[in-house]
């Protein structure tokens, strides 16, 4: 397919404004961890690593920056070092070396109480495991975390009762976790994270264990909830169609390592590798790519007749007008003209699907 040049992998804020930042983050395990960074044998294969000195690592010299209001999201195979990154964002996991910045705070320099008080005010996890407190009935559980902060019963309860509306389980207030669907007890574990009103979630492979149906019903969930409370997010799965589905951007890892950064165009449409290009041999491209990939430069001799579009608007989704018009696409950013689609760009996609 013809295209225009794609840009460099999005990036989301500098260092100085995000909402998070990460530098350098090493998690290394077993003994004389501490010793193999900054030495040769940190560039050894994860294999011969622990063949030779007996360490495994679970994440290797990680970096990037999340800004405020993103659905940042991790993904890689089991083992690749997904869900130790994300513990050891708030220290549950102690990372071997490296830095963490969570809105200004930096996590790996705090003290036991300091810490812990962070926790509290500015993150929130979500589990696979729900880890709902099977005594406690879901106004109870939602306010679980208030009440480890000290909060005051009338208050928490008032606070509880709109988060648990906001997720829609209004009737449910004094049911008990066991009375609950999986897919219903998950929206216990959300509204519990939300009812901090923390500035950053964490979700850890939440909706690994769900029905495929009640898996889908909850993707659109986070998608509504960042839209109505726009905060920001870092959601790890396996599953490459849930992070094209729920992430702004994408970090792929693999060994522990980071492969690639970018946003589900750029990753489908430009993988860094042969391991993501395999990762993603088996999207439909139209759902993904957008009009930047199919573009063309404009000539002086195009029609200033046709539909007019964003350049990040989905290829599927400009398909219908694009091929229903007598003249091409026009590709405004901005006010700008900036590329042509011809309805044989569109085709191409398509086709080249099929094929696949």
């Not at 839209?227 to 890892?253: N, P, S, Y």
């Not at 088996?282 to 007749?305: C, G, I, N, Q, Y």
């Amino acid at each position: 397919m013809s295209a225009v040049t794609a840009s460099e992998p999005t990036t989301a804020a500098s260092s100085t404004d995000a909402a998070l930042s990460v530098r350098n983050l090493w998690k290394i395990f077993g003994k004389g961890a501490d010793d193999v960074i900054g030495t040769p044998d940190a560039d050894l294969s994860r294999a011969d690593l622990k063949e030779k000195t007996g360490c495994v690592v679970g994440v290797k010299d990680v970096s990037f920056d999340v800004a405020p209001g993103e659905v940042f999201v991790v993904m890689g195979l089991s083992g690749s070092g997904k869900s130790t990154l994300v513990r050891c964002l708030t220290r549950l996991i102690e990372p071997t070396s490296g830095q963490v910045v969570i809105d200004g705070h930096d996590m790996t320099k705090a003290n036991e109480r300091e810490l812990r008080e962070l926790r509290r005010t500015h993150t929130s996890m979500v589990f696979q495991h729900f880890g709902l407190l099977p005594h406690r009935q879901v106004i109870d559980n939602v306010g679980y975390g208030l009440e480890i902060r000290g909060v005051k019963k009338k208050e928490r309860r008032a606070k509880a009762e709109e988060i648990v509306k906001l997720v829609g389980l209004s009737g449910y207030e004094k049911s008990y976790p066991d009375q609950l669907s999986g897919g219903m007890q998950q929206r216990v574990g959300l509204a519990r994270a939300l009812a901090n009103d923390p500035s950053l979630l964490l979700f850890d492979e939440p909706f690994s264990a769900l029905d495929p149906l009640i898996r889908r019903d909850m993707q659109n969930e986070v998608i509504r909830l960042h839209h109505e409370l726009g905060k920001t997010m870092v959601f790890i799965t396996h599953d490459l169609q849930e992070a094209l589905k729920l992430g702004d951007r994408i970090l792929i890892m693999r060994d522990g390592a980071l492969v690639q950064i970018g946003t589900p165009d750029e990753v489908v449409g430009a993988p860094a590798d042969d391991y993501v290009k395999d990762f993603t041999s088996e999207v439909p491209k139209s759902h993904v790519l957008t009009l930047k990939w199919v573009m063309r430069e404009p000539r002086p001799d195009d029609s200033t007749e046709g539909p007019v579009m964003t350049s990040t608007t989905i290829v599927r989704q400009a398909a219908r007008a694009a091929l229903a018009s007598e003249h091409p696409v026009r590709v405004v950013d901005d006010g700008r003209l900036v590329g042509i689609v011809d309805a044989d760009a569109i085709l191409r996609v398509v086709v080249a699907e099929e094929e696949e």
